[in-house]
């Protein structure tokens, strides 16, 4: 498993890093709206909508609301991040009370529902504005992308090696709390080596490595949603895409967090 995934990983690293590089603004918002909206259909089979046709459906609204996006997240790009940052923080008390929402009921379908509207949308929002920033915009979006990589990386292997006490059992009994630690450490080494290369110096890339530990930690919060919404239907994997990777929730859940809350930071933090 461990092979296949690095295999799909090689595949798909140089395809995100060249779209992110080298498109220009518009066209990288309009393909990641495409992906996002994957993720979204994905999301809405986790929620409890069954029905294929009705799930494509629910994509009309969506793809209209990127739409809309677009023609105001430059006027109003600072309230949509906090709102999707203060959604976060909402996931930490649900994470916290893991069975609320889990019954199959028609009120639950629907809070799950508008909570992947508060997962994707706010995340479509956060590398747009950072894409289009001066100077070195889509630098900062791949350094967003290279923090949760890692992350990843880091949670796997120090998880491997020494994870023993786990992290949050009922929600997803292979997160340990070295893992935790290893994502941390992994996360801010990569974010204090890219803002060096992006000339940050003193307190600026300070600010940034205490930046990076606070989006490491609400990726976790991302991933162990994720985890408990599969966990609430009885699905291994959100889809099947990926060879070894599983579907593209599974690839984005991480990072459907950490943007937001990276994009909200580098605004507050003016860097």
Same mark, same amino acid.
């Given at each position: 498993?461990?092979?296949?995934?690095?295999?799909?990983?090689?595949?798909?690293?140089?395809?995100?890093?060249?779209?992110?590089?080298?498109?220009?603004?518009?066209?990288?918002?309009?393909?990641?709206?495409?992906?996002?909206?994957?993720?979204?259909?994905?999301?809405?089979?986790?929620?409890?909508?069954?029905?294929?046709?009705?799930?494509? #459906?629910?994509?009309?609204?969506?793809? !209209?609301?990127? /739409?809309?996006? %677009? $023609?105001?997240?430059? *006027?109003?790009?600072? @309230? &949509?991040?906090?709102?999707?940052?203060?959604?976060?923080?909402?996931?930490?008390?649900?994470?916290?009370?893991?069975?609320?929402?889990?019954?199959?009921?028609?009120?639950?379908?629907?809070?799950?529902?508008?909570?992947?509207?508060?997962?994707?949308?706010?995340?479509?929002?956060?590398?747009?504005?950072?894409?289009?920033?001066?100077?070195?915009?889509?630098?900062?979006?791949?350094?967003?992308?290279?923090?949760?990589?890692?992350?990843?990386?880091?949670?796997?292997?120090?998880?491997?090696?020494?994870?023993?006490?786990?992290?949050?059992?009922?929600?997803?009994?292979?997160?340990?709390?070295?893992?935790?630690?290893? #994502?941390?450490?992994?996360?801010?080494? !990569?974010?204090? /080596?890219?803002? %060096? $290369?992006?000339?940050? *110096?003193?307190?600026? @890339? &300070?600010?940034?490595?205490?930046?990076?530990?606070?989006?490491?930690?609400?990726?976790?919060?991302?991933?162990?949603?994720?985890?408990?919404?599969?966990?609430?239907?009885?699905?291994?994997?959100?889809?099947?895409?990926?060879?070894?990777?599983?579907?593209?929730?599974?690839?984005?859940?991480?990072?459907?967090?950490?943007?937001?809350?990276?994009?909200?930071?580098?605004?507050?933090?003016?860097?």
């Amino acid at each position: 498993m461990l092979r296949q995934r690095v295999f799909t990983a090689l595949l798909l690293a140089p395809l995100a890093i060249a779209m992110i590089l080298l498109l220009p603004t518009p066209w990288f918002a309009l393909v990641i709206a495409v992906v996002f909206l994957g993720a979204l259909e994905e999301w809405t089979h986790l929620a409890g909508v069954q029905k294929p046709a009705t799930r494509m #459906a629910l994509l009309v609204p969506a793809a !209209v609301s990127f /739409a809309l996006l %677009w $023609l105001v997240h430059g *006027r109003a790009s600072t @309230l &949509l991040l906090a709102l999707g940052v203060a959604w976060w923080l909402a996931a930490c008390l649900w994470l916290r009370h893991f069975a609320f929402g889990a019954a199959p009921t028609p009120e639950n379908r629907a809070l799950k529902l508008a909570a992947g509207a508060c997962v994707v949308f706010p995340a479509w929002v956060a590398p747009v504005v950072l894409h289009r920033r001066e100077p070195h915009g889509h630098w900062w979006v791949l350094l967003a992308l290279l923090i949760v990589w890692a992350a990843d990386i880091g949670a796997y292997f120090s998880g491997r090696s020494f994870g023993k006490r786990k992290l949050a059992p009922q929600i997803s009994p292979g997160k340990t709390w070295a893992g935790a630690y290893g #994502a941390m450490v992994a996360g801010v080494l !990569v974010a204090l /080596a890219g803002g %060096w $290369l992006l000339d940050l *110096r003193g307190m600026a @890339l &300070l600010g940034l490595g205490a930046l990076a530990a606070v989006t490491v930690a609400i990726s976790i919060v991302g991933d162990l949603l994720e985890s408990l919404m599969k966990r609430h239907a009885g699905i291994k994997d959100s889809g099947s895409i990926f060879p070894g990777h599983g579907g593209l929730l599974d690839r984005l859940d991480s990072v459907f967090a950490a943007l937001p809350v990276f994009a909200l930071g580098m605004q507050l933090l003016g860097l």
